[in-house]
Nanobody, 114 residues
Framework: QVQLVESGGGLVQAGGSLRLSCAAS????????MAWYRQAPGKQRELVAR???????NYAESVTGRFTISRDNVKNTIYLQMNNLNPEDTAVYFC????????WGQGTLVIVSS
């Protein structure tokens, strides 16, 4: 069973940047599809970005060009670099392994003030 631990959330002003990290406890990390989701107050959880074992990525349209997902297969960690943040990015961000029926982290809160 994969375990995920997120870090890096916080409060930032609009236009600022944050980097989220998610460390995974699995010996097969390099082959695991990883993703970041987010859930804003009163809204459904949505996919932000996904990175497959081979490094292929895809993004939600709302974050394309501003967010970058990456992975370090030595450190068993994925990252989400978030630039040019706006208040609509305020949400709890969740790390995910192996899709919706897979493993979820505890979430990290990102608040973007205007």
């Amino acid at each position: 069973q994969v375990q995920l631990v997120e870090s890096g959330g916080g409060l930032v002003q609009a236009g600022g940047s944050l980097r989220l990290s998610c460390a995974a406890s699995t010996s097969t990390f390099a082959f695991v599809s990883m993703a970041w989701y987010r859930q804003a107050p009163g809204k459904q959880r949505e996919l932000v970005a996904r990175i497959f074992g081979g490094g292929f990525t895809n993004y939600a349209e709302s974050v394309t060009g501003r967010f970058t997902i990456s992975r370090d297969n030595v450190k068993n960690t994925i990252y989400l670099q978030m630039n040019n943040l706006n208040p609509e990015d305020t949400a709890v961000y969740f790390c995910n392994a192996n899709g919706l029926s897979g493993t979820w982290g505890q979430g990290t809160l990102v608040i973007v003030s205007s």
